[in-house]
């Protein structure tokens, strides 16, 4: 054994026994930490030997995410913990290179929801969903044929998945505007904007929050929605972290068939791609007016080869909708469409994690050139890939992005979708993943990416209808997400920001996410 080593077996129990002691004395060197021990907030603050701690990170979906380690890691229980343990932090000395991140379920970019060095607040334990009935009705489950809002909300909790909140919502026949993917967390979603399986029928998730529950930058708890704090409600429909850490979100439920929905994947061949765009098209540009029917597809160079996935689901379970009849010309290699509940579509995609991610978005038009110059781009960064020999997974997935979400949201939000979305659109996401143990690619697969991204949006720029809008949740941390809902919402942001959090805690102590400081 060499004596680097045999000195590191040596003071290895020494140094647990040290951290414990420090912990214990309520000491641990670091600013962060020793004001939660100070606040009382020992018993729910972890540290790197902690089982708890290990757990917490190891459950982060990206690679990346994982090797962060914060100096400590705070777990809530209660919003009560949430407050008691911002005060703590927005009283200790900010002096030397420490930082806060807020996590509820961890799918944000890298940076985002966790630190290297600091504490990274862990809402682990606000993974619960209940319903409740309006005060102002009776409850309505009844499905006669198409779906219909009710009196029940359900309160959802920021770090409960969509596969559970969907599931618990399922026995009741009700719904709400969650997210696709089964494993994604509820918080960064509805804070961001937020695609559901409903969204051409009742807007993006976040328009769907009727109330949230919010402790600000000075531990004070309130509420948000059409009735009080009416400015807060508005910027959080959009707004990220930048206003305050959300507890709970109150949403709409709607009736949901009581034998399932109808749909699942499909698996058609590249070479009729032209079909599939067209059929594509002409769904995304005729739902304006509300449809039951969702759909996106999704490409990828699988085996260095192009290749086509399209997710197809009737929400109101009708198994011959008219805008999914094209599917029925031509051959597929594989055919998942089937009655099931929507929980196990949004399961069917659930990611394990655990690799490595980078992506990109933009909003498109929903034209035959746009798609066209996509397929170009895609099929020569899969050639460009293949000669180098690098082995990134690339996706490029399309969604309908109907003009009519500018005016679905009650009470308002900050998109600025009134003004940037001229036309029924196509939402357009850019992935690329590489495996954890091919990390070595990272920056040549980045930069390929990036330039793929640029030469599509260089064209729809080009071309009348382009909007400039970009979506948080796909977004890449170098794209301008904030300013891309307009200079008004900006400017409504910045203002609602200096009246809830004058000190700009969430600002210059919580540095990831999307910052309006930085505008």
Known sequence: MRFNNLLGVTVSSYLTAQVLAQ?????????????????????????PLDNAYNESVSTYPSSESRRLRPSCIVQPRSTEDVSKTVKALGGASGAGSWDIA????????FGSNGVTRGVTIDLTFFNSTELVEDSSGNWTRHWNGTSTLTKSVARIRPAARWGSIITYLEQYNLSVTGGRSGHVG??????????????????????????????LANGSIVEANTRENTDLFKALKGGGNNLGIVTRFDMRTFTIPPDGVYGGILIPSWNDVDILNKQFLDYATSIGGGSPD??????????????????????????????FTPFDAIPLEMDFRARQNLSQVAESISDTGGSHDMGF????????????????VFLDLTEDLQQSDIPLLVTFVFQPFPKNLASA????????????????????DVGGTLNASE??????????IAKAVEEIRAFS??????SSYIYMNYANPEQDVIGSYGADNVRFLKDTAAKYDPTAFFQDRVPGGFKMSRL
């Open 23 to 47: 912990q214990s004395s309520k000491s641990t060197g670091f600013k962060g930490c020793d004001a939660l021990l100070d606040a009382g907030l020992g018993n729910i603050t972890v540290f």
């Open 102 to 109: 807020i996590r509820s379920g961890g799918h944000g970019y």
């Open 186 to 215: 509820a918080g960064g979603l509805l804070l961001s904007g937020g695609a559901s399986y409903h969204i051409q029928q009742w807007g993006f998730s976040c328009d769907n929050v009727i109330n949230y529950e919010v402790v």
């Open 294 to 323: 969702h759909e996106f597809i999704v490409w990828r160079n699988n085996d260095a080869q192009p290749n086509i996935m399209v997710m197809a689901v009737s929400t109101d379970g009708n198994e011959h909708s008219e805008s």
């Open 361 to 376: 978005t933009l909003t498109l038009q929903a034209t035959t050139e746009v798609m066209d110059k996509c397929a170009e």
């Open 409 to 428: 949201s009650p009470g308002g939000n900050i998109l600025g979708l009134h003004k940037t979305l001229p036309a029924d659109s196509i939402l357009f």
């Open 439 to 448: 990390i070595a690619y990272d920056g040549i697969a980045y930069s390929m």
């Open 461 to 466: 720029a080009s071309r009348e209808g382009h």
